[in-house]
T-cell receptor, first 111, second 114 residues
Framework: DADVTQTPRNRITKTGKRIMLECSQTKGHDRMYWYRQDPGLGLRLIYYSFDVKDINKGEISDGYSVSRQAQAKFSLSLESAIPNQTALYFC??????????FGPGTRLLVL | AQSVAQPEDQVNVAEGNPLTVKCTYSVSGNPYLFWYVQYPNRGLQFLLKYITGDNLVKGSYGFEAEFNKSQTSFHLKKPSALVSDSALYFCAVTTSGNTGKLIFGQGTTLQVKP
């Protein structure tokens, strides 16, 4: 969905490095989410934000932090990347508590 | 705790045959149920949802799903499969008291053979 963009689309980094994944949306939605996808595990929620001043931990927030710079922007940071953070990361938005709309994903490899 | 199970890692069907991708859930409260599809190297696309009302929900690309409260199931169906339906399908659930926090199943790969 072109209304939700993620950068970069692919990233290779080394253990211990700090990296940031960015998400932008033009849908005007208040709610934004970060998930990671691992084979056989589906998607798991890392952090979510219901508005600029509201940020909440999800199921697997350890090792991650987020910043909601504006209604349209929600960034995910890995403070010190480790190999088991290798995954496909998705950003999503929603206008309320129902349907979520996903970005194209960022494939991250931590060596 | 909320949970979703997709009991089949992969479903194989022949083109033109009906398909079913299974999903069962466990929640406290009234469920909001969703199906998403993921094509290779793409994000998740919304297919359909059940919030309330008619148990049979129709969605995109000819897909439909039936909500069965007694069996806590929300199986995805299509009367006639296409090769282009081959993808990874996710079922997800949240509740009216916990909206915004989707719990996903592990995904089912659908393979439609010509």
């Amino acid at each position: 969905d072109a209304d939700v963009t993620q950068t970069p689309r692919n990233r290779i980094t080394k253990t211990g490095k700090r990296i940031m994944l960015e998400c932008s949306q033009t849908k005007g939605h208040d709610r934004m989410y970060w998930y990671r996808q691992d084979p056989g595990l589906g998607l798991r929620l890392i952090y979510y934000s219901f508005d600029v001043k509201d940020i909440n931990k999800g199921e697997i927030s350890d090792g991650y932090s987020v910043s909601r710079q504006a209604q349209a922007k929600f960034s995910l940071s890995l403070e010190s990347a480790i190999p088991n953070q290798t995954a496909l990361y998705f950003c999503a938005t929603s206008p309320g508590g129902e349907t979520q709309y996903f970005g194209p994903g960022t494939r991250l490899l931590v060596l | 705790a909320q949970s979703v199970a997709q009991p089949e890692d992969q479903v194989n069907v022949a083109e033109g045959n009906p398909l079913t991708v299974k999903c069962t859930y466990s929640v406290s409260g009234n469920p909001y149920l969703f199906w998403y599809v993921q094509y290779p190297n793409r994000g998740l696309q919304f297919l359909l949802k059940y919030i309330t009302g008619d148990n049979l929900v129709k969605g995109s690309y000819g897909f439909e799903a039936e909500f069965n409260k007694s069996q806590t199931s929300f199986h995805l169906k299509k009367p006639s499969a296409l090769v282009s339906d081959s993808a990874l399908y996710f079922c997800a659930v949240t509740t009216s008291g916990n909206t915004g926090k989707l719990i996903f199943g592990q995904g089912t790969t659908l393979q439609v053979k010509p």
